[in-house]
């Protein structure tokens, strides 16, 4: 076959728009994948972004995690305080004694002190005589007072719940009964021995639920209200002491009100 001019011309023309439209086709593909690209870079921004703002996020709340322990601790530390003044010899660990500042950064570490500390005070709290020996209304207050029987000026060693017939009574605290039976103007009495020191004494029971040397616990049922001994109608006459001391029974009833701890 011979080329003629115009077949060179022709084949030229087809290279051409051979080459153009390879061009073309390669360009045009070029663009989607940079569009495509363009969209995953912008879809990885998005979600970088997004993961930012979850991490920033998770740290405000691992923050104000760190800041509530913190401020449990100081109430620890403040529960401390108070179990020093009332003479008693046990330290609640707080998260700061134990774990140094850059520690606290392990938050699950630092809360299982803090609850242990909790754990260890509400046993303190059973051994302590906090609470209400018997639901009745207070008839009479601890310290000077008419005496009911002769009208003269006396002390009163405890208070008086004013009790129905047979009313349970309720040891306000862990302890081993001291003593059990009758006892003068007490008439029955039950004395119970507690930790740190701590005695007390439930009178002019209608009838006693235990023996000397019975362990209670804090809720235990130990006799039953009534009028015995030197007593003007059915009620309980309840003392609590301390080493021999006499205190006001009245700030060991509820926590809220005398703010025992
Ligand atoms: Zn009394």
Do not use: C
């Not at 609850?115 to 005070?121: A, I, V």
């Not at 930790?195 to 006693?208: R, S, V």
């Not at 209670?216 to 009620?235: E, F, M, P, W």
């Amino acid at each position: 076959m011979k080329l003629g001019l115009k077949n060179i011309y022709l084949i030229i023309l087809t290279v051409i728009s051979i080459t153009s439209l390879i061009i073309a086709v390669k360009s045009s593909s070029n663009k989607k994948e940079l569009e495509k690209l363009k969209s995953e870079v912008k879809l990885l921004r998005e979600e970088l972004i997004k993961k930012e703002e979850e991490l920033k996020k998770a740290v405000e709340e691992k923050e104000k995690l760190a800041r509530k322990l913190q401020s449990i601790e100081e109430k620890i530390k403040k529960a401390n305080k108070t179990l020093k003044r009332k003479g008693i010899k046990i330290k609640l660990p707080q998260g700061g004694l134990f774990i140094p500042a850059d520690r606290k950064e392990n938050l699950e570490f630092y809360a299982s002190t803090l609850e242990t500390s909790m754990e260890k005070l509400l046993k303190i709290m059973a051994e302590v005589p906090v609470g209400v020996p018997l639901y009745g209304r207070l008839t009479s207050r601890f310290g000077y007072r008419k005496d009911p029987f002769n009208g003269k000026l006396a002390f009163h060693a405890g208070i008086d719940l004013k009790a129905q017939p047979r009313q349970p009574v309720f040891a306000t605290a862990n302890g081993i009964v001291k003593f059990a039976g009758w006892s003068g103007g007490y008439g029955k009495l039950v004395i119970i021995k507690h930790k740190y020191g701590y005695e007390t004494y439930y009178g002019h029971l209608f009838k006693i639920r235990v023996k000397k040397g019975q362990r209670v616990k804090a809720g235990t049922v130990i006799g039953y209200a009534g009028s015995t001994g030197r007593s003007t109608g059915i009620h309980l006459h309840y003392e609590i002491r301390r080493y021999g001391r006499l205190l006001n029974p009245l700030k060991f009833l509820y926590l809220n009100r005398y703010n025992a701890f």
